[in-house]
Each structure stands twice: as structure tokens, then as C-alpha cells.
């Protein structure tokens, strides 16, 4: 990694230091709780039994047989669960249950609570259920045609074009300027279509959940989650409960990457749990986790681009069709609004189409819809960079956009770091290292947009000195550490002074999901409002023990000081006295705040990578690996790397070998990792970082999101430098290995 720059850190104590992970021996002791760790006494275990049919009426079901098992307490089906009012709600637990119709391949159609998960297993196959066949699609562009099978019908928004089957839900059109003006000033135009397989989040941890429901109408639930209060939501809605009386209480998670935002299982638990008036414990197996849950869109994407000799791109327009599963979701129209992000465009058009298929419901993976859209762009403009034989960066930077472009999707941009990260990939020695026989550089940029939202943090000062933070955001990219960092500095305190938790959604105000690198953002500005409120009432604390007025005290290093000429000589109050005195000048001291975060700020960084491509196998070696990203201000950076680096093994394993594979009969070929194959350490260099500071403008440090941003490049990147490897342009992910000698064969 190249050295930050120090000079930023200089003025801080605490910020930008590699700090020890708080949560670091609690997960290499085992005495983290996940999900499945959970227990509670009288427990039952659940288990779903899921269709094997990619689409059919569900004409009966009989549990007649299952429900005289010995020890099964409870079987639910979609007759168990009230009216819905909230159309995405009920979506949300028709992708739970399946209700008149099975709408993709693993769609649960009842589920059984019992004494154990033998008594379970066994009692779902002694559940009958007669179905229907009906005829199905899994391909996006099959499943625009007119004569496609329909999913839902009366679903398509008054906005969608004609001439399209009803599958076509939603559309979206972003962009400005003349295209056809644009077009005529170029001096090379290519139009192409680039694929992109559906793939899977790869966290190591199944979902999971414990559900607690009292015939009160009172709910306890522990799960696996990015986003409990969002849990709680929908939970309720579901229920027919009042929010106040489900708590939600969030487990450790093992990876999520946007995959544990929503629910999948949650609902059952809680009706099991109703029907047994007893715990129950729910645990997807992977098999379910791979059919079940929600794996990324795939897409079809058209893009047409032209440029000038000398680089400049004149126009540029792409066709997005994103098939999000067996309901609707908006994923198409980030897509839509990231495409072009990158670039400084005159004329841009970016069109979205977001399509229903007999597939589950589609969930983020990090930046959830910028990687494919992005991957067609990139991949084009380095092919116009071959055909007029121009360098990849020079063009990228003579394009790219800036503080005050208008972006593509409507915004005009303020401070971004864009330009600066190219600037480093030009500088650095990857981007002038000789290759060897077929071997290929390829270079692309990406982008996010970042998101703010609710936030509530709570922020106590104990009688010792020392200080807890409370937040509502579930910890999946070192949170806790960063947050504790800000409060420490805020404070005036060491870092180990300071520990923060993960609080239930009874035991502090509303917070979004964690998701679209919001977290470090909101949640640190929240705190840091918090913390200068409590900084603000113990500068009263001290003004009342020396019996001054407020404006007479200032804090300084952990110490209230008498500041100004009328203030008097008085020695300084530490943090640790102004705490033990606070009984008797007022009671306990803390500060909370509250926050819809804005300013949040856009983020880009930049990807290269060297490959090696086997003529003779088609197998990729991926040789050398160099981020290039700005952080804002990188907090921790050991975490900045971490987010950088597990981005780009994510996007390799998406570019090569990564995908939902659906058979003939619309069923999921490979729901597991023997058959879906991640990279694995052996597969990978090690990949190098480097951290720009670009502070964004809309935090009091800096802080810009980093975790969305390193999934996106790596697609393009690796395309482009396979393409340049083996002279052939590939437009489908993954470019697994039968692919690439296709290619070859055919170049």
C-alpha cells in the first residue's frame, strides 16, 4: 500500500490509526454469537419444505399426515398469515411462502416446527402437495418477449414502453444532450451487447433465526441481519402487530454484502412460534441459502459509444434489462444512473428495464446494480481505445468527471477523486511493468453513489471516564472500530476508553439498513453529535463546580479548561472528575443525536490488473491486482484495504468463474460452492491498495463510503485484460475457462 498522507493524521490522536478490532478475539475465541448460536429453553426447530418445480399452481396441500408426527408442534402455510396492506411487504413474505402458485425453483410451500430437526426433516415428507404445472422463463430476454409466461399480471407501471410482456415491470430513463448531434461528431461508433450471469454474496454464514411469540402479542426475534429495524418493519406489517411490541435483536453476522438486507425466513419463525406458543429456531441449509435467498440480477445490457481519434467521447447510450426474480425491485435503476457516472459526457442517455422471471427475489451484492452496467461501459470504451489505437488511462482522464460535472443521471458533482485516482494508477509502477506472452493489462474505473439516512447514536459518559457508544447498525466492515475512533477523538480520549454496541430496535431511535456504504458516514456524523453534545453539558458541569458562565469553559484533550480573560485560574477538569462528580451537579451525563444524514458523498476508484490466459486450458491467472481508491478519510485504514480487497476478489470470482446456472427444466444446476466455485486464496495475488484522502466536504472528517465502491471495476478490468491477452473481445460473464477457448477458436 502506498503511505497516506500523514499530514492529514498529523492533527488527529486517535483517526486514522490501525487501531485493535474490538470484535477481533470475541471471533477467533468462538465466543462471537451468530445467527444458529442463539438458544432458548423448550426451542423447537424449524424447517421449510420447498418446491422443486420452477413455476406451478399449487392446487392443494395436504399436512393432515405430518401434523400426527410424534413432536411436531406446529405447521404453517400461507393461510396462516393475515392480509397484507403493503404491496412490497407482501412480496416480501409471498417470496417466503409461496401462496397460490410456486414462483421459482426452492420457493417454500409450508414449514414445520418440531422437537428436533430429524422429527422436522422427517415430517416434510409426509406433507402433500399437489401441483400444477406451468410453463416458466429464467432468461431476461425471453422473458420481455410478448409470448413469455407471465409472472404476475397487473404489475406494469403506466411509464413501461410498449411492446413488451407484462414481465416488464418498471422503467427508468436517465441523461441529456443531443445524442444524434453527438454521434455525428465521433469518428468511430461500436454498439455491442454484453451478459451478465446471476451470482451468489459468498458470506460463510447461512441466515438464521430464533423467534419468541407470546400469545401477548409480544415478539422476541434474533437473526442474522444487515438491518433490524428494517426486519422489525416488515415483521410487524406481516404479523398484524404493533411495531413497538417486536423487538429485534441483531446477531453477529458472517459476511452479508447486501444479501442479509431483507427477509427470507423471519415471518415463519414468528408464526411457528404463535402456532407452537413455544421458541423456534429456523437455519437455512446452503442448498436453501442458494435457491432461496437472493442472489444478484443478471442482466442483458446494450451499449453503443463514439469517440473521437483523439479520445473524446461524443455520445453515449445503453439499454439495461436487469431480471430481479419473481418480483418487482429497483435495481435496474441504479444501474441505470451508474453506467455513465464516471465521465463528463455532452450527450448521454442511460434506458432501464427491470424484468420478472421464475427466479428468486433478487438482493444486493454491494453497489447492487452499478457492476453490470458499468462492466458494458468499460469494456466498450477500452475496445474503442484498441480500434483507435489510444492509451485506456489518457482517455479515461481526458473524460473523466470532476468537480462540477454535470453527472449523467442529473446531479452536478462537488469535490470527487476521480481524477486524482487516475492520476495515481499513471504514477505508479504497475501501470508501466512489462507483460510476458499472453499476458493483458486491463484498467477500469468505477463508481458509487453512497447513501446516508436515519441514524440515532447514543452516547454515555460513565462514572470512570470512559465512554459507551450506542448505534443501530449492524458491524459488517469494522463500524464498531471506526465509530469508537471518532468518538475517542471527539472525546479527547484513548481508544480503548471507548466501546460501542449494536443496539435492539426497543433500545434506541431508527436506523437504517447497513448498506450502501452508509454506515461509517451516518452513524460517525451521528456520533460525533453526540459526543459534542455531551462535550457541551460537561463544559457546563465544570462552569457549575467553578461557578462561571459557560461560555467561560472550552474542552480541550479530554479536560474542561477555563477559557477567556473573566474565566479565572482554575486547574483543569478532567473527563474521569467531571464523570465522578456528576451526581451531584445534575445526574448522568450523555448526549445523543439524531440524523438524516446528507452529504454523504459520490465515490470512485480505479482497478488494474495483469492476467494470464492459458491458450491451451482457457484458464486465467490473475498475476498482479492495484486499487486505486478515494476513502474521504480512511478512519482505519486496515479496514479501507479490507473493503478494497474483498471488492476485488468478489468481482474476479463475478468476471471468471461465478454463476446461478439454470437448467432446461428451470431448475438451479449448482446450489452449492463444489459446483458454484469462489476464488479461494490460491487462486488470487495478493492485491495491493491505495488510499487517496480526498475529505468529502459533507463530514466533519472527511469521511466518504468505501464498501460498494471496490465491486464494481473488477469486472470490466478482468474482461478488459482477458480480451487484450487473447485478442478476442469477450461481451458474457464469466469468462470461465470453455468461454475463453470458444473465443479463441473463434477470434
Given at each position: 500500500?502506498?503511505?497516506?498522507?500523514?499530514?492529514?493524521?498529523?492533527?488527529?490522536?486517535?483517526?486514522?490509526?490501525?487501531?485493535?478490532?474490538?470484535?477481533?478475539?470475541?471471533?477467533?475465541?468462538?465466543?462471537?454469537?451468530?445467527?444458529?448460536?442463539?438458544?432458548?429453553?423448550?426451542?423447537?426447530f424449524a424447517k421449510v419444505l420447498r418446491a422443486s418445480l420452477p413455476h406451478a399452481r399449487i392446487k392443494s396441500i395436504d399436512i393432515s399426515a405430518a401434523e400426527k408426527l410424534s413432536g411436531v408442534k406446529a405447521i404453517v402455510t400461507s393461510t396462516d398469515f393475515n392480509n397484507i396492506s403493503v404491496d412490497a411487504d407482501r412480496d416480501v413474505l409471498e417470496n417466503c411462502i409461496a401462496h397460490d402458485r410456486?414462483?421459482?425453483?426452492?420457493?417454500?410451500?409450508?414449514?414445520?416446527?418440531?422437537?428436533?430437526?430429524?422429527?422436522?426433516?422427517?415430517?416434510?415428507?409426509?406433507?402433500?402437495?399437489?401441483?400444477?404445472?406451468?410453463?416458466?422463463?429464467?432468461?431476461?430476454?425471453?422473458?420481455?418477449?410478448?409470448?413469455?409466461?407471465?409472472?404476475?399480471?397487473?404489475?406494469?407501471?403506466?411509464?413501461?414502453?410498449k411492446g413488451f410482456s407484462e414481465n416488464v415491470t418498471s422503467f427508468c430513463e436517465f441523461g441529456h444532450g443531443d445524442l444524434d448531434s453527438g454521434f455525428a461528431k465521433s469518428d468511430k461508433i461500436i454498439e455491442r451487447t454484453f451478459k451478465t450471469a446471476a451470482t451468489h454474496q459468498g458470506y460463510i454464514e447461512p441466515h438464521a433465526c430464533l423467534a419468541i411469540m407470546g400469545s401477548d402479542g409480544k415478539?422476541?426475534?434474533?437473526?442474522?441481519?444487515?438491518?433490524?429495524?428494517?426486519?422489525?418493519?416488515?415483521?410487524?406489517?406481516?404479523?398484524?402487530?404493533?411495531?413497538?411490541?417486536?423487538?429485534?435483536?441483531?446477531?453477529?453476522?458472517?459476511?452479508?454484502?447486501?444479501?442479509?438486507?431483507?427477509?427470507?425466513?423471519?415471518?415463519?419463525?414468528?408464526?411457528?412460534?404463535?402456532?407452537?406458543?413455544?421458541?423456534?429456531?429456523?437455519?437455512?441449509?446452503?442448498?436453501?441459502?442458494?435457491?432461496?435467498?437472493?442472489?444478484?440480477?443478471?442482466?442483458?445490457?446494450?451499449?453503443?459509444?463514439?469517440?473521437?481519434?483523439?479520445?473524446?467521447?461524443?455520445?453515449?447510450?445503453?439499454?439495461?434489462?436487469?431480471q430481479g426474480g419473481a418480483f418487482h425491485n429497483g435495481t435496474v435503476e441504479m444501474g441505470a444512473q451508474s453506467a455513465f457516472a464516471a465521465y463528463d459526457l455532452k450527450a448521454v442517455r442511460s434506458q432501464g428495464w427491470n424484468v420478472l422471471t421464475n427466479r428468486p427475489l433478487q438482493a444486493a451484492y454491494r453497489a447492487p446494480g452499478a457492476p453490470q452496467a458499468i462492466y458494458a461501459v468499460e469494456s466498450?470504451?477500452?475496445?474503442?481505445?484498441?480500434?483507435?489505437?489510444?492509451?485506456?488511462?489518457?482517455?479515461?482522464?481526458?473524460?473523466?468527471?470532476?468537480?462540477?460535472?454535470?453527472?449523467?443521471?442529473?446531479?452536478?458533482?462537488?469535490?470527487?477523486?476521480?481524477?486524482?485516482?487516475?492520476?495515481?494508477?499513471?504514477?505508479?509502477?504497475?501501470?508501466?511493468?512489462?507483460?510476458?506472452?499472453?499476458?493483458?493489462?486491463?484498467?477500469?474505473?468505477?463508481?458509487?453513489?453512497?447513501?446516508?439516512?436515519?441514524?440515532?447514536?447514543?452516547?454515555?459518559?460513565?462514572?470512570?471516564?470512559?465512554?459507551?457508544?450506542?448505534?443501530?447498525?449492524?458491524?459488517?466492515?469494522?463500524?464498531?472500530?471506526?465509530?469508537?475512533?471518532?468518538?475517542?477523538?471527539?472525546?479527547?480520549?484513548?481508544?480503548?476508553?471507548?466501546?460501542?454496541?449494536?443496539?435492539?430496535?426497543?433500545?434506541?431511535?431508527?436506523?437504517?439498513?447497513?448498506?450502501?456504504?452508509?454506515?461509517?458516514?451516518?452513524?460517525?456524523?451521528?456520533?460525533?453529535?453526540?459526543?459534542?453534545?455531551?462535550?457541551?453539558?460537561?463544559?457546563?458541569?465544570?462552569?457549575?463546580?467553578?461557578?462561571?458562565?459557560?461560555?467561560?469553559?472550552?474542552?480541550?484533550?479530554?479536560?474542561?479548561?477555563?477559557?477567556?480573560?473573566?474565566?479565572?485560574?482554575?486547574?483543569?477538569?478532567?473527563?474521569?472528575?467531571?464523570?465522578?462528580?456528576?451526581?451531584?451537579?445534575?445526574?448522568?451525563?450523555?448526549?445523543?443525536?439524531?440524523?438524516?444524514?446528507?452529504?454523504?458523498?459520490?465515490?470512485?476508484?480505479?482497478?488494474?490488473?495483469?492476467?494470464?490466459?492459458?491458450?491451451?486450458?482457457?484458464?486465467?491467472?490473475?498475476?498482479?491486482?492495484?486499487?486505486?481508491?478515494?476513502?474521504?478519510?480512511?478512519?482505519?485504514?486496515?479496514?479501507?484495504?479490507?473493503?478494497?480487497?474483498?471488492?476485488?476478489?468478489?468481482?474476479?470470482?463475478?468476471?471468471?468463474?461465478?454463476?446461478?446456472?439454470?437448467?432446461?427444466?428451470?431448475?438451479?444446476?449448482?446450489?452449492?460452492?463444489?459446483?458454484?466455485?469462489?476464488?479461494?486464496?490460491?487462486?488470487?495475488?495478493?492485491?495491493?491498495?491505495?488510499?487517496?484522502?480526498?475529505?468529502?466536504?459533507?463530514?466533519?472528517?472527511?469521511?466518504?463510503?468505501?464498501?460498494?465502491?471496490?465491486?464494481?471495476?473488477?469486472?470490466?478490468?478482468?474482461?478488459?485484460?482477458?480480451?487484450?491477452?487473447?485478442?478476442?473481445?469477450?461481451?458474457?460473464?464469466?469468462?470461465?475457462?470453455?468461454?475463453?477457448?470458444?473465443?479463441?477458436?473463434?477470434?
Amino acid at each position: 500500500m502506498a503511505p497516506l498522507d500523514s499530514s492529514l493524521d498529523s492533527k488527529y490522536n486517535v483517526i486514522g490509526k490501525r487501531v485493535p478490532r474490538p470484535d477481533g478475539i470475541d471471533k477467533v475465541t468462538g465466543r462471537a454469537q451468530y445467527g444458529a448460536d442463539f438458544y432458548a429453553p423448550n426451542m423447537l426447530f424449524a424447517k421449510v419444505l420447498r418446491a422443486s418445480l420452477p413455476h406451478a399452481r399449487i392446487k392443494s396441500i395436504d399436512i393432515s399426515a405430518a401434523e400426527k408426527l410424534s413432536g411436531v408442534k406446529a405447521i404453517v402455510t400461507s393461510t396462516d398469515f393475515n392480509n397484507i396492506s403493503v404491496d412490497a411487504d407482501r412480496d416480501v413474505l409471498e417470496n417466503c411462502i409461496a401462496h397460490d402458485r410456486v414462483l421459482y425453483d426452492g420457493h417454500g410451500v409450508a414449514a414445520v416446527a418440531a422437537t428436533s430437526n430429524s422429527v422436522a426433516k422427517a415430517a416434510l415428507k409426509l406433507i402433500k402437495v399437489e401441483y400444477e404445472k406451468l410453463p416458466f422463463v429464467t432468461d431476461v430476454d425471453e422473458a420481455m418477449k410478448l409470448d413469455a409466461p407471465i409472472i404476475h399480471k397487473g404489475r406494469v407501471l403506466e411509464n413501461v414502453p410498449k411492446g413488451f410482456s407484462e414481465n416488464v415491470t418498471s422503467f427508468c430513463e436517465f441523461g441529456h444532450g443531443d445524442l444524434d448531434s453527438g454521434f455525428a461528431k465521433s469518428d468511430k461508433i461500436i454498439e455491442r451487447t454484453f451478459k451478465t450471469a446471476a451470482t451468489h454474496q459468498g458470506y460463510i454464514e447461512p441466515h438464521a433465526c430464533l423467534a419468541i411469540m407470546g400469545s401477548d402479542g409480544k415478539a422476541d426475534l434474533w437473526c442474522c441481519t444487515q438491518g433490524h429495524y428494517h426486519v422489525r418493519g416488515i415483521c410487524a406489517e406481516i404479523m398484524g402487530m404493533e411495531t413497538s411490541q417486536l423487538r429485534v435483536i441483531p446477531s453477529e453476522i458472517g459476511g452479508g454484502f447486501g444479501g442479509k438486507t431483507t427477509v427470507f425466513i423471519e415471518p415463519i419463525a414468528l408464526a411457528l412460534s404463535l402456532k407452537s406458543g413455544q421458541p423456534v429456531k429456523l437455519v437455512m441449509t446452503r442448498e436453501e441459502v442458494f435457491k432461496a435467498s437472493g442472489p444478484t440480477v443478471s442482466s442483458s445490457i446494450d451499449v453503443k459509444i463514439g469517440m473521437t481519434k483523439d479520445g473524446t467521447i461524443t455520445a453515449a447510450e445503453t439499454k439495461i434489462r436487469y431480471q430481479g426474480g419473481a418480483f418487482h425491485n429497483g435495481t435496474v435503476e441504479m444501474g441505470a444512473q451508474s453506467a455513465f457516472a464516471a465521465y463528463d459526457l455532452k450527450a448521454v442517455r442511460s434506458q432501464g428495464w427491470n424484468v420478472l422471471t421464475n427466479r428468486p427475489l433478487q438482493a444486493a451484492y454491494r453497489a447492487p446494480g452499478a457492476p453490470q452496467a458499468i462492466y458494458a461501459v468499460e469494456s466498450l470504451i477500452d475496445e474503442l481505445c484498441q480500434e483507435l489505437t489510444l492509451d485506456p488511462l489518457e482517455v479515461r482522464l481526458l473524460n473523466a468527471a470532476k468537480k462540477g460535472t454535470r453527472s449523467s443521471y442529473g446531479p452536478t458533482f462537488d469535490e470527487i477523486g476521480l481524477e486524482a485516482t487516475l492520476n495515481a494508477v499513471k504514477e505508479h509502477p504497475h501501470y508501466k511493468a512489462p507483460l510476458g506472452k499472453n499476458q493483458g493489462r486491463g484498467l477500469s474505473c468505477g463508481f458509487w453513489f453512497n447513501f446516508g439516512g436515519d441514524t440515532s447514536v447514543t452516547l454515555n459518559v460513565n462514572f470512570d471516564g470512559t465512554i459507551g457508544v450506542i448505534e443501530g447498525n449492524p458491524d459488517i466492515g469494522g463500524s464498531r472500530a471506526s465509530i469508537s475512533q471518532m468518538a475517542a477523538e471527539e472525546m479527547g480520549v484513548s481508544y480503548d476508553k471507548v466501546r460501542t454496541i449494536i443496539a435492539d430496535t426497543n433500545s434506541l431511535g431508527h436506523n437504517e439498513i447497513t448498506d450502501g456504504s452508509r454506515v461509517t458516514f451516518a452513524v460517525g456524523l451521528a456520533t460525533i453529535k453526540a459526543a459534542r453534545s455531551a462535550i457541551k453539558e460537561m463544559c457546563g458541569r465544570a462552569a457549575k463546580i467553578w461557578g462561571i458562565d459557560e461560555d467561560a469553559v472550552r474542552w480541550e484533550n479530554g479536560s474542561a479548561i477555563p477559557a477567556g480573560s473573566n474565566a479565572g485560574e482554575y486547574d483543569p477538569l478532567s473527563i474521569e472528575e467531571i464523570a465522578g462528580m456528576s451526581s451531584q451537579t445534575g445526574g448522568p451525563i450523555s448526549g445523543h443525536h439524531e440524523v438524516n444524514a446528507e452529504g454523504a458523498g459520490v465515490s470512485f476508484g480505479v482497478h488494474l490488473v495483469d492476467v494470464e490466459v492459458d491458450p491451451e486450458t482457457g484458464a486465467t491467472k490473475v498475476l498482479r491486482y492495484t486499487i486505486f481508491q478515494d476513502a474521504g478519510k480512511a478512519i482505519h485504514p486496515s479496514y479501507v484495504e479490507g473493503q478494497m480487497q474483498g471488492g476485488a476478489v468478489q468481482g474476479i470470482g463475478w468476471a471468471l468463474n461465478e454463476e446461478y446456472i439454470y437448467g432446461e427444466d428451470g431448475k438451479l444446476q449448482n446450489p452449492a460452492f463444489l459446483d458454484y466455485r469462489i476464488p479461494v486464496a490460491s487462486d488470487l495475488p495478493m492485491i495491493d491498495t491505495v488510499i487517496l484522502e480526498i475529505p468529502n466536504p459533507g463530514h466533519p472528517y472527511g469521511v466518504r463510503g468505501v464498501g460498494e465502491t471496490p465491486i464494481v471495476p473488477p469486472l470490466a478490468a478482468i474482461g478488459n485484460a482477458v480480451s487484450r491477452s487473447t485478442n478476442h473481445r469477450f461481451t458474457e460473464l464469466p469468462m470461465s475457462p470453455p468461454k475463453i477457448l470458444e473465443g479463441i477458436k473463434n477470434r
